[in-house]
């Protein structure tokens, strides 16, 4: 049972509902579907319309509590309010005049911070410095997730952790007279947050207070 003749990736944001579509038009009366999660096969939901069974399951652990709702015509299993927890493989298995069966591999990405850029006070450089040291980073670290420096379209600097305890970081070292653009992104597959560089309002000292507003954009 379960065995999965052929696989469809899906990927969603953290919160958002996915649908696993069985691409039935119609339940018959002889099948039976069956929906199951995980390396362990546990059965979260099936339908037998001969008996007007229609039932879902918490799962073994109930990550599944109130998450879980069967479409009665066609037997797709819709999973809202995702969490990270709800990634993995499952398994729909239709058994009628014949047996087939399906896998859907999910992917469940967290929601991204916007950016932050900020002024770099500890490179010590000296008051006569035409350069200006800044630093992007992200309030929290997320796997999947890469933080990047851009100077126009093109990639400056990268940097990918997958370490929960810390936050990600990335220096940028720039001219006061530059007249280039540059934005810092934090993107994931599926999604990006963006935060561009205002040269002028970050590195200008004006009576040796540092000006330190910054706008902050979602790059759409």
Request: with cysteine; net charge negative.
């Amino acid at each position: 049972m379960f065995s999965g003749v052929f696989g469809e990736s899906v990927s969603v944001m953290e919160g958002d509902s996915v649908t696993l579509n069985t691409d039935l038009i119609e339940i018959h009366e002889v099948e039976d579907i069956l929906w199951a999660f995980g390396a362990e096969k546990s059965l979260i939901a099936k339908i037998k319309r001969k008996n007007q069974i229609f039932s879902t399951s918490d799962g073994p652990d109930g990550r599944f509590r109130d998450r879980l709702k069967l479409d009665d015509q066609s037997g797709s299993l819709t999973i809202t309010n995702t969490t990270t927890e709800h990634a993995g493989v499952y398994q729909l298995e239709i058994n009628g005049a014949k047996l087939t069966s399906k896998t859907f591999s999910v992917s469940v990405y967290a929601r991204l911070p916007v950016p932050r850029i900020i002024r770099d006070f500890s490179q010590n450089l000296p008051s006569s410095s035409s350069s200006c040291s800044l630093v992007c980073s992200s309030v929290l670290n997320v796997c999947d997730a890469t933080l990047s420096w851009y100077k126009g379209i093109s990639v400056l600097s990268s940097i990918s952790v997958c370490d929960l305890s810390i936050s990600l970081s990335l220096p940028l070292e720039v001219e006061y007279q530059d007249k280039n653009t540059y934005s810092c992104v934090l993107n994931n597959p599926i999604s990006n947050q963006t935060t561009h560089l205002d040269i002028n309002t970050l590195c200008h000292t004006h009576s040796g207070t540092i000006m330190m507003n910054i706008g902050d954009y979602l790059l759409t």
